[in-house]
Protein backbone atom coordinates (compact mmCIF):
# COMPACT_ATOMS: atom_id res chain seq x y z
CA UNK A 1 0.00 0.00 0.00
CA UNK A 2 1.62 3.62 -0.52
CA UNK A 3 1.54 6.08 1.34
CA UNK A 4 -0.94 9.02 1.63
CA UNK A 5 -0.82 12.90 2.04
CA UNK A 6 -2.48 14.24 5.40
CA UNK A 7 -3.70 17.81 5.62
CA UNK A 8 -5.46 19.58 8.30
CA UNK A 9 -8.25 18.70 6.17
CA UNK A 10 -7.53 14.99 6.51
CA UNK A 11 -6.08 14.27 9.68
CA UNK A 12 -8.30 13.44 12.58
CA UNK A 13 -10.88 11.72 10.17
CA UNK A 14 -7.79 9.48 8.69
CA UNK A 15 -6.44 9.09 12.35
CA UNK A 16 -10.00 8.41 13.96
CA UNK A 17 -11.29 6.05 11.43
CA UNK A 18 -8.45 3.80 10.71
CA UNK A 19 -7.53 0.68 13.27
CA UNK A 20 -3.71 1.85 13.00
CA UNK A 21 -2.15 5.00 11.19
CA UNK A 22 1.76 5.64 11.03
CA UNK A 23 2.24 9.45 10.52
CA UNK A 24 5.56 10.75 9.19
CA UNK A 25 5.83 14.09 9.59
CA UNK A 26 8.49 15.76 7.14
CA UNK A 27 10.38 18.07 5.00
CA UNK A 28 12.36 18.10 1.57
CA UNK A 29 14.96 20.22 2.73
CA UNK A 30 15.51 17.82 6.03
CA UNK A 31 18.53 14.78 5.31
CA UNK A 32 17.16 12.90 7.67
CA UNK A 33 13.31 12.52 6.56
CA UNK A 34 14.83 11.62 3.00
CA UNK A 35 16.94 9.13 4.83
CA UNK A 36 13.63 7.94 6.36
CA UNK A 37 11.69 7.82 3.26
CA UNK A 38 12.09 4.69 1.93
CA UNK A 39 12.21 2.69 5.32
CA UNK A 40 8.73 4.36 5.37
CA UNK A 41 7.06 3.30 2.09
CA UNK A 42 8.98 -0.07 2.23
CA UNK A 43 7.30 -0.40 5.93
CA UNK A 44 4.39 0.55 4.11
CA UNK A 45 4.61 -2.07 1.24
CA UNK A 46 4.98 -4.48 4.28
CA UNK A 47 1.88 -3.84 6.43
CA UNK A 48 -1.00 -3.41 3.94
CA UNK A 49 -3.30 -3.68 7.27
CA UNK A 50 -1.38 0.10 8.36
CA UNK A 51 -2.12 3.19 6.87
CA UNK A 52 1.49 4.90 6.72
CA UNK A 53 0.75 8.92 5.99
CA UNK A 54 3.06 11.69 5.83
CA UNK A 55 2.52 15.28 6.87
CA UNK A 56 4.68 18.17 4.75
CA UNK A 57 5.64 20.54 8.04
CA UNK A 58 6.47 23.29 5.15
CA UNK A 59 2.77 23.05 3.70
CA UNK A 60 1.25 21.76 7.24
CA UNK A 61 2.40 24.20 9.13
CA UNK A 62 -0.48 24.75 11.60
CA UNK A 63 -0.84 20.63 11.47
CA UNK A 64 2.36 20.30 12.69
CA UNK A 65 2.17 22.75 15.40
CA UNK A 66 -1.29 21.70 16.69
CA UNK A 67 1.08 18.30 16.40
CA UNK A 68 3.80 19.92 18.63
CA UNK A 69 6.28 18.89 16.22
CA UNK A 70 9.41 20.39 17.23
CA UNK A 71 12.04 18.33 15.10
CA UNK A 72 11.87 15.90 12.05
CA UNK A 73 11.22 13.63 11.04
CA UNK A 74 8.81 12.87 13.88
CA UNK A 75 6.89 9.70 13.92
CA UNK A 76 3.45 8.97 15.36
CA UNK A 77 1.45 6.02 16.02
CA UNK A 78 -2.18 5.82 16.55
CA UNK A 79 -4.59 3.30 17.62
CA UNK A 80 -8.47 3.46 17.82
CA UNK A 81 -7.67 7.30 16.72
CA UNK A 82 -5.49 7.33 20.47
CA UNK A 83 -2.10 8.67 19.79
CA UNK A 84 0.12 5.55 21.55
CA UNK A 85 3.71 6.17 19.88
CA UNK A 86 5.81 9.32 18.72
CA UNK A 87 9.20 9.76 18.83
CA UNK A 88 11.44 12.24 16.68
CA UNK A 89 14.24 11.23 14.74
CA UNK A 90 14.38 8.68 11.63
CA UNK A 91 14.58 5.36 12.67
CA UNK A 92 16.05 1.95 10.83
CA UNK A 93 13.88 -0.66 9.16
CA UNK A 94 14.55 -3.06 12.45
CA UNK A 95 13.49 -0.04 14.52
CA UNK A 96 10.35 0.45 12.36
CA UNK A 97 9.22 -2.66 12.64
CA UNK A 98 9.53 -2.93 16.10
CA UNK A 99 7.13 0.45 16.30
CA UNK A 100 4.44 -1.63 14.09
CA UNK A 101 4.96 -4.66 16.00
CA UNK A 102 4.48 -2.98 19.49
CA UNK A 103 1.36 -1.22 18.44
CA UNK A 104 -0.42 -4.16 17.44
CA UNK A 105 -0.18 -5.87 20.30
CA UNK A 106 -0.93 -3.30 22.99
CA UNK A 107 -4.37 -4.20 24.50
CA UNK A 108 -6.46 -0.81 23.78
CA UNK A 109 -8.92 -1.79 26.07
CA UNK A 110 -6.26 -1.14 28.58
CA UNK A 111 -5.01 1.94 26.47
CA UNK A 112 -9.04 3.73 26.18
CA UNK A 113 -9.22 2.74 30.03
CA UNK A 114 -6.01 4.72 31.00
CA UNK A 115 -7.33 7.79 28.43
CA UNK A 116 -10.54 7.87 30.15
CA UNK A 117 -8.80 8.15 33.80
CA UNK A 118 -6.70 10.70 32.60
CA UNK A 119 -9.78 12.40 31.49
CA UNK A 120 -11.66 12.32 34.34
CA UNK A 121 -8.85 13.39 36.33
CA UNK A 122 -8.00 16.39 34.39
CA UNK A 123 -11.73 17.15 34.45
CA UNK A 124 -11.50 16.75 38.56
CA UNK A 125 -8.34 19.31 38.26
CA UNK A 126 -10.21 21.83 36.39
CA UNK A 127 -12.54 21.68 38.87
CA UNK A 128 -11.07 22.48 41.72
Avoid: Y
Wanted: proline share 5%; hydrophobic share 50%.
Amino acid sequence: MSTIDLTAATFEQTVTENDLVLVDFWAAWCGPCRMFAPVFQKASDENPDVVFAKVDTEAEQALAAMAGITSIPTLMAFREGVLVFAQPGALPAPALAQVIEGVRGLDMAEVHGQVAAQRAQSGAVADA
